[in-house]
């Protein structure tokens, strides 16, 4: 199973558009988004394109819940799980958290394989025990060239995903 992890879309709906193409193209089988999409349409955005599981847990920018909830229902593999979701994926134990202090002690605690989280916008990743703890950066393309990730779970191993954008000048 191949697992895209994907943060801090902040309603880029130009770069989101491009990482659900390479999505689609690399073969993967479900989708993470760890938090601040900001609008509810961007649920629909990402549900559209991926006809796979959609696992989304909100972050600090997320405003109207009740609208993300209303868009995500007309889209049966769409879950959106609060601040913080534990799934079980291609036989990995998977932990979804916004924020990195606590994502770091989870990573810690050894229960998971993987912990994703985002909020700082800095692609990261390390191994922590055997434990990959991993922010994909960001799809916004605020700081850099925007990003996001690919774990394949038969392998344990992540890799970082660049979105080559043309920037005017």
Known sequence: ?????????HDNIWNLEKALAAVSSEGC???LHCGDL????????????????????EGNNDGDGRLQQQVASGFPQVTLHGPYAELE???RQVALIHY?????RIAQCGLFDLVC???DHQHHHERIGDCLLVNPGELMGRYGNP???IYDCAGHRYSL???RTSRAG
């Open 161 to 163: 995903q660049e979105i």
């Open 29 to 31: 089988d479900i989708i």
């Open 147 to 149: 990003s996001w990730g």
């Open 1 to 9: 199973m191949r697992v895209a992890i994907l943060s801090d879309s």
């Open 117 to 119: 989280y985002g909020h």
């Open 89 to 91: 994926l291609g036989g």
């Open 100 to 104: 990195p202090e606590p994502a770091r």
């Open 38 to 57: 900001v609008a509810p349409f961007i649920v629909a955005q990402i549900a559209q394109a991926f006809d796979g599981p959609v696992h989304i847990i």
